[in-house]
């Protein structure tokens, strides 16, 4: 299930880089032992970097509709400071109450032996998903994401609402607002990545979320966490902490410049000579989302072609399952249903994306071209906006437009 496909794009780019049977292997540099980033794990070539220190990477947009999950070393990669390297025998993950001195803590094994394991399929998305199309309109700060900052997965672990009372804690008893959650991560300050989630969501979520040690089968790479992190399903990636080892029930939201001065939205009149983070609440669900992964944008169809096959993803956060997805040829007068592929998950707690694919007549006046347009909605019945200039934001998070690719026609 988390093989390349061998017609994909991918597959041609690792064949490429074999010869004979054999991978050729670069020469690597001498480690600078004062460089923090001397030590990252290795990854994909078929990876397309935004960024490499920290390093930041999407995978080929045509290679996310070949699988249901992603493979684990094509998934996207965000991330905001140096990798750590987790000795598993050392880790353990620390509990603890706001006000009381004693915290309770859990090694790898007392995880993986002390708690039923519980496997969900989520996505992962960064609120900066499609942020190059937000560029276009005025510039933002932040990494140039296209439409594959976002992949799917299988992760088991712990339910968090298990470990936490075998801890002594439950959450519906407790007269606390936040629960934090840290990461292993360290900035050169020595302050770790953080990010944290409102009690009512905890408590919504407490059986759903996963303290996380497998991904898809596997234990979780470097890059995505290893040995733990905590998988919120539904909930943007920048809430789901890597390298996991602490959780704190807290009155007070994670103190963490992720959490409080970015990943927040604001209309397009708010700009950084005027903005206010205080004043909105850190993101949290996601709005409905999708995109086209085939035919490319720029594509040339086979000639003599009278009809498109498109292929695609939607997902929609909060738990928000997909109830339609929309594609039109003619700018938006007409629309035409996608046949929707099922995640086998229930419609107001799904949490996996769904992929979906539609064969339609191109119309006989493209004069060479034709604009290919997806939207979705969720069962909550939103909707994507039909363009990005409504809301464009500083950041150029939650860009989710209308979903538009251009195709030649010979």
């Not at 905890?202 to 790479?221: C, S, V």
């Not at 998988?231 to 996991?244: E, F, M, N, S, T």
Request: charged share 25%; aromatic share 8%; proline share 7%.
């Amino acid at each position: 299930m988390y093989a390349v496909h061998k017609n994909s794009e991918v597959f041609e780019m690792l064949e490429e880089l074999r010869i004979g049977n054999i991978f050729e292997v670069p020469k690597v540099p001498e480690k600078d032992k004062n460089d923090p980033y001397a030590n990252e794990p290795l990854r994909s070539p078929a990876l397309i970097p935004s960024s490499s220190t920290p390093f930041n990477a999407e995978p080929p947009l045509s290679i996310l509709v070949d699988n249901f999950l992603t493979p684990n070393d094509l998934f996207f990669v965000r991330n905001h400071l140096p990798v750590p390297i987790v000795d598993p025998k050392k880790y353990h993950l620390d509990i603890t109450v706001q006000g009381k001195r004693k915290s309770v803590s859990f090694t790898l094994d007392d995880l993986k032996k002390k708690f039923p394991k519980k496997t969900v399929a989520s996505v992962v998305q960064c609120a900066g998903n499609r942020r190059s199309e937000m560029v276009k309109v005025k510039a933002v700060k932040g990494l140039n994401w296209g439409a594959a900052a976002l992949s799917n997965a299988e992760w088991s672990g712990a339910s968090l609402d298990d470990v936490l009372k075998k801890a002594g804690i439950d959450l519906e008893s407790l007269d606390m607002e936040h629960v934090q959650f840290d990461g292993m991560d360290m900035d050169p300050t020595g302050a770790p990545y953080g990010a944290s989630i409102p009690m009512e969501l905890a408590r919504r979520l407490k059986k759903d979320i996963i303290i996380a040690y497998e991904m898809n089968g596997e234990e979780i790479p470097r890059d995505h966490g290893y040995p733990v992190r905590i998988i919120i399903p539904g909930i943007v990636g920048a809430r789901q902490v890597k390298w996991l080892n602490k959780i704190t029930i807290s009155n007070e939201e994670s103190s963490c410049h992720w959490q409080q001065k970015d990943y927040k939205g604001f209309h397009a009149s708010i700009d950084w000579h005027n903005v206010d983070f205080s004043t909105v609440p850190a993101i949290m669900e996601t709005p409905i989302q999708s995109a086209i992964c085939e035919p490319a944008n720029g594509s040339e169809l086979e000639e003599g072609a009278d009809e498109v096959t498109v292929k695609g993803y939607a997902w929609s956060g909060g738990g928000r399952g997909v109830v339609r997805v929309d594609l039109s040829l003619d700018g938006g007068k007409t629309w035409h249903s996608a046949e929707l592929k099922p995640n086998n998950q229930p419609l107001y707690k799904s949490y996996a994306w769904t992929l979906w694919e539609a064969t339609l007549p191109l119309p006989k006046d493209h004069k060479g071209k034709v604009e290919i347009i997806c939207k979705a909605v969720d069962s909550s019945y939103n909707v994507q906006p039909d363009n990005v200039d409504g809301i464009w934001n500083l950041r150029g998070v939650l860009s989710n437009a209308w979903y538009r690719v251009q195709v030649k026609v010979p």
